[in-house]
Protein backbone atom coordinates (compact mmCIF):
# COMPACT_ATOMS: atom_id res chain seq x y z
CA UNK A 1 0.00 0.00 0.00
CA UNK A 2 3.14 2.23 -0.19
CA UNK A 3 1.94 3.68 -3.16
CA UNK A 4 -1.27 4.98 -1.78
CA UNK A 5 -1.95 8.36 0.01
CA UNK A 6 -4.24 8.88 2.59
CA UNK A 7 -6.55 12.15 2.60
CA UNK A 8 -4.47 14.21 4.11
CA UNK A 9 -1.24 13.60 2.10
CA UNK A 10 -3.38 14.38 -1.11
CA UNK A 11 -4.44 17.24 0.47
CA UNK A 12 -0.96 18.20 0.87
CA UNK A 13 0.39 16.80 -2.58
CA UNK A 14 -2.34 18.57 -4.59
CA UNK A 15 -3.25 21.59 -3.28
CA UNK A 16 -7.06 20.76 -2.44
CA UNK A 17 -8.74 19.92 0.09
CA UNK A 18 -10.11 17.06 2.13
CA UNK A 19 -13.57 18.23 1.07
CA UNK A 20 -12.74 18.52 -2.45
CA UNK A 21 -11.38 15.31 -2.30
CA UNK A 22 -15.12 13.47 -0.75
CA UNK A 23 -17.22 15.74 -3.09
CA UNK A 24 -14.93 14.15 -6.00
CA UNK A 25 -15.51 11.10 -4.45
CA UNK A 26 -19.63 11.40 -4.26
CA UNK A 27 -19.04 12.52 -8.26
CA UNK A 28 -17.49 8.91 -8.95
CA UNK A 29 -14.62 11.03 -10.40
CA UNK A 30 -11.96 9.37 -7.84
CA UNK A 31 -12.29 5.74 -5.66
CA UNK A 32 -10.00 5.51 -2.70
CA UNK A 33 -10.28 2.11 -1.11
CA UNK A 34 -12.00 2.52 2.31
CA UNK A 35 -9.89 1.53 5.49
CA UNK A 36 -12.53 1.60 8.02
CA UNK A 37 -12.91 5.35 8.35
CA UNK A 38 -10.04 6.02 6.48
CA UNK A 39 -9.62 6.90 2.51
CA UNK A 40 -6.46 5.23 0.73
CA UNK A 41 -5.71 6.83 -2.64
CA UNK A 42 -4.05 4.60 -5.29
CA UNK A 43 -1.64 5.74 -7.90
CA UNK A 44 -4.99 5.30 -10.83
CA UNK A 45 -7.45 7.70 -8.28
CA UNK A 46 -3.85 10.19 -8.18
CA UNK A 47 -3.64 10.06 -11.66
CA UNK A 48 -7.02 10.71 -12.24
CA UNK A 49 -7.47 13.90 -9.71
CA UNK A 50 -4.30 15.19 -11.75
CA UNK A 51 -6.69 14.92 -14.80
CA UNK A 52 -9.68 16.70 -12.93
CA UNK A 53 -7.51 19.48 -11.63
CA UNK A 54 -6.12 20.45 -15.17
CA UNK A 55 -9.48 19.92 -16.62
CA UNK A 56 -11.11 22.40 -13.99
CA UNK A 57 -8.44 24.70 -15.21
CA UNK A 58 -8.99 24.51 -18.64
CA UNK A 59 -13.18 24.85 -17.99
CA UNK A 60 -14.48 21.38 -18.16
CA UNK A 61 -16.99 21.15 -16.33
CA UNK A 62 -17.33 18.23 -13.75
CA UNK A 63 -19.68 16.16 -15.99
CA UNK A 64 -17.20 16.24 -19.09
CA UNK A 65 -14.31 15.44 -17.08
CA UNK A 66 -15.65 12.48 -15.31
CA UNK A 67 -16.93 11.08 -18.85
CA UNK A 68 -13.48 11.90 -20.29
CA UNK A 69 -11.94 9.68 -17.53
CA UNK A 70 -14.76 6.74 -17.87
CA UNK A 71 -13.63 6.31 -21.46
CA UNK A 72 -10.11 5.34 -20.08
CA UNK A 73 -11.86 2.03 -19.27
CA UNK A 74 -13.02 1.50 -23.14
CA UNK A 75 -10.26 -1.24 -23.83
CA UNK A 76 -9.04 0.55 -26.98
CA UNK A 77 -5.81 1.44 -25.23
CA UNK A 78 -7.31 5.17 -24.71
CA UNK A 79 -7.68 5.45 -28.31
CA UNK A 80 -11.57 7.00 -27.56
CA UNK A 81 -10.60 8.58 -24.72
CA UNK A 82 -7.75 10.54 -26.57
CA UNK A 83 -9.95 11.10 -29.48
CA UNK A 84 -12.54 12.37 -27.50
CA UNK A 85 -10.64 14.74 -25.29
CA UNK A 86 -8.77 16.04 -28.23
CA UNK A 87 -12.46 17.24 -29.65
CA UNK A 88 -13.47 18.92 -26.50
CA UNK A 89 -10.32 20.95 -26.03
CA UNK A 90 -10.35 21.88 -29.27
CA UNK A 91 -14.14 23.38 -28.45
CA UNK A 92 -12.78 24.68 -25.47
CA UNK A 93 -10.09 26.48 -27.15
CA UNK A 94 -11.96 28.33 -29.85
CA UNK A 95 -14.20 29.28 -26.51
CA UNK A 96 -11.31 30.70 -24.70
CA UNK A 97 -9.88 32.58 -27.98
CA UNK A 98 -13.55 34.15 -28.14
CA UNK A 99 -13.73 34.71 -24.43
CA UNK A 100 -10.36 36.51 -24.60
CA UNK A 101 -10.96 38.72 -28.05
CA UNK A 102 -14.12 39.85 -25.81
CA UNK A 103 -12.31 40.43 -22.77
CA UNK A 104 -9.71 42.41 -25.35
CA UNK A 105 -12.71 44.90 -26.57
CA UNK A 106 -14.45 45.51 -23.59
CA UNK A 107 -11.04 46.34 -21.79
CA UNK A 108 -10.23 48.95 -25.17
CA UNK A 109 -13.68 50.31 -24.68
CA UNK A 110 -13.44 50.61 -21.05
CA UNK A 111 -10.09 52.55 -21.04
CA UNK A 112 -12.09 54.74 -24.00
CA UNK A 113 -14.26 55.70 -21.36
CA UNK A 114 -11.97 56.36 -19.01
CA UNK A 115 -10.40 59.21 -21.27
CA UNK A 116 -13.51 60.68 -22.12
CA UNK A 117 -14.25 61.10 -18.18
CA UNK A 118 -11.32 62.08 -17.18
CA UNK A 119 -11.85 65.01 -19.81
CA UNK A 120 -14.68 65.42 -18.95
CA UNK A 121 -13.66 65.89 -15.04
CA UNK A 122 -11.04 68.06 -16.17
CA UNK A 123 -13.00 70.79 -17.49
CA UNK A 124 -15.60 70.07 -14.86
CA UNK A 125 -12.24 71.14 -13.15
CA UNK A 126 -13.09 68.39 -10.61
CA UNK A 127 -10.57 66.67 -8.53
CA UNK A 128 -10.29 63.21 -7.96
CA UNK A 129 -8.03 60.60 -6.70
CA UNK A 130 -6.12 57.71 -8.54
CA UNK A 131 -7.17 54.23 -7.66
CA UNK A 132 -4.70 52.07 -6.35
Not at 80 to 104: C, F, M, P
Request: charged residues 35%; hydrophobic residues 35%.
Amino acid sequence: MSDSLTIREMCVEYGVTARTLRFYEAKELLFPIRDGQRRLFTKRDQARLKLIIKGKRFGFSLEEIRQLLDLYDMGDQQQTQLVKTYELAKERLKQLESQHYELGETIKELKEQLVLGKELMVQAKLSYEPAE
